[in-house]
Nanobody
């Protein structure tokens, strides 16, 4: 079992920054993939960023603005979000994958005002 707890969401003005954290507990493997996805009202859940021991991957809409990082000693993954835009408003979900096992966090709301 893996439990994921997200934090760091909130309300920010356009152009501002936020840092999300996802703390994982349970049977965590450093070889796993962790990442962030988001879902805006009326839209499908989409990739924000993922990170493995081999590197990171970003959705096109956040490249150059968001940075994902991981602290294996703390079993925590971070998402630094800069130059936020109103279209970044969504619930952000943390995901843990140790194929074929997949876990999701409960999500944290990010709201960017114009």
């Amino acid at each position: 079992q893996v439990r994921l707890v997200e934090s760091g969401g909130g309300l920010v003005q356009a152009g501002g920054s936020l840092r999300l954290s996802c703390a994982a507990s349970g049977s965590i493997f450093s070889s796993s993939t962790m990442g962030w996805y988001r879902q805006a009202p009326g839209k499908q859940r989409e990739l924000v960023a993922t990170i493995t021991s081999g590197g990171s991957n970003y959705g096109d809409s956040v490249k150059g603005r968001f940075t994902i990082s991981r602290d294996n000693a703390k079993n925590t993954v971070y998402l630094q979000m800069n130059s936020l835009k109103p279209e970044d408003t969504a619930v952000y979900y943390c995901k843990y994958v140790n194929w074929p096992i997949v876990y999701w966090g409960q999500g944290t709301q990010v709201t960017v005002s114009s």
